[in-house]
């Protein structure tokens, strides 16, 4: 269980039915947005990205906040009490979400911003942060919070990273992903929803995450000049990223790795804590 109190209003945090929640995202924003983007060319790359984002998402995201209002679930699907509040404070954690800000900060120079019309800037700005508040919401609020409340901060933690990563298979498969890259991309996706998780818990709000997430696909998408879901995410990775680049990725994953040696010791402290209290 988590350190602050669980709302136990409105209905069970089944893990299933959070899990189900995602199956039907992903077939909304995978499916259906593969779907609509295919039925015009590859050479109207915004009209593409547009019909394979704004519809699909836009349906799933209202499905998801209709889901919430339905099953009761509380305010702890949106925020719940920062990192550096709690004992030990750990400020070494905010290290991340900083690191997960300047990863894109230093992929600035593979975007050909000449060649990108401001219309298209905005256009992609607002099909990501579609993307980044529906998917945080379902993961690092929805699924995050059903699985906290029936386990430990561990598997909360490795878990909705990996579903995270499982999610976007779908999307890659129909992008035409070779297996090796799908591999790539799950392994990749999965440090990705380690780093948002920490996102929310450092700053204690789940906007943050959202925000991150946006940014970071919106400048993988401006580089990638992409329209379908998924196309966006790295294929080929065979070439060398630039030294700030490579630099903030090494950091970053140092500094996830790190954090799961924490909260094993957290959780620990919390089942230490929770045996004083019943003997």
């Given at each position: 269980?988590?350190?602050?109190?669980?709302?136990?209003?409105?209905?069970?945090?089944?893990?299933?039915?959070?899990?189900?929640?995602?199956?039907?995202?992903?077939?909304?924003?995978?499916?259906?947005?593969?779907?609509?983007?295919?039925?015009?060319?590859?050479?109207?790359?915004?009209?593409q990205f547009s019909l394979g984002h704004f519809i699909p998402l836009a349906i799933a995201i209202i499905g998801l906040l209709l889901f919430l209002r339905w099953a009761g679930w509380g305010e702890d699907v949106w925020r719940e009490r920062p990192t550096p509040t709690l004992t030990p404070r750990r400020w070494w954690l905010v290290s991340i979400p900083v690191l997960v800000v300047l990863l894109p900060i230093s992929q600035f120079g593979d975007v050909p911003w000449a060649s990108r019309p401001i219309g298209y800037v905005l256009v992609i700005a607002a099909g990501t942060l579609m993307v980044g508040f529906g998917e945080e919401l379902l993961i690092r609020g929805v699924l995050l919070t059903a699985v906290r409340a029936r386990h430990g901060e561990l598997i909360a933690l490795l878990g909705t990273s990996l579903v995270f990563a499982l999610a976007h298979i779908p999307g890659s498969i129909i992008a035409g992903a070779s297996l090796a890259t799908i591999a790539f991309q799950v392994s990749f996706l999965a440090a990705a929803g380690a780093a948002y998780y920490w996102g929310r818990r450092v700053t204690g709000r789940l906007w943050v995450a959202m925000l991150a997430h946006a940014f970071t696909d919106w400048v993988l998408y401006l580089a990638s000049r992409a329209g379908t879901p998924g196309a966006s995410m790295p294929h080929d990775h065979a070439g060398s990223p630039n030294?700030?680049?490579?630099?903030v990725q090494i950091m970053l994953l140092v500094a996830t790795t790190v954090s799961i040696i924490s909260v094993i010791r957290e959780d620990r402290r919390r089942g230490q804590a929770a045996a004083e209290r019943r003997a």
């Amino acid at each position: 269980m988590h350190s602050e109190s669980v709302v136990t209003s409105g209905r069970p945090r089944s893990i299933w039915l959070a899990l189900a929640a995602v199956v039907v995202y992903v077939l909304l924003a995978a499916g259906l947005g593969s779907l609509l983007s295919g039925l015009v060319s590859d050479e109207q790359e915004l009209a593409q990205f547009s019909l394979g984002h704004f519809i699909p998402l836009a349906i799933a995201i209202i499905g998801l906040l209709l889901f919430l209002r339905w099953a009761g679930w509380g305010e702890d699907v949106w925020r719940e009490r920062p990192t550096p509040t709690l004992t030990p404070r750990r400020w070494w954690l905010v290290s991340i979400p900083v690191l997960v800000v300047l990863l894109p900060i230093s992929q600035f120079g593979d975007v050909p911003w000449a060649s990108r019309p401001i219309g298209y800037v905005l256009v992609i700005a607002a099909g990501t942060l579609m993307v980044g508040f529906g998917e945080e919401l379902l993961i690092r609020g929805v699924l995050l919070t059903a699985v906290r409340a029936r386990h430990g901060e561990l598997i909360a933690l490795l878990g909705t990273s990996l579903v995270f990563a499982l999610a976007h298979i779908p999307g890659s498969i129909i992008a035409g992903a070779s297996l090796a890259t799908i591999a790539f991309q799950v392994s990749f996706l999965a440090a990705a929803g380690a780093a948002y998780y920490w996102g929310r818990r450092v700053t204690g709000r789940l906007w943050v995450a959202m925000l991150a997430h946006a940014f970071t696909d919106w400048v993988l998408y401006l580089a990638s000049r992409a329209g379908t879901p998924g196309a966006s995410m790295p294929h080929d990775h065979a070439g060398s990223p630039n030294p700030i680049q490579a630099t903030v990725q090494i950091m970053l994953l140092v500094a996830t790795t790190v954090s799961i040696i924490s909260v094993i010791r957290e959780d620990r402290r919390r089942g230490q804590a929770a045996a004083e209290r019943r003997a």
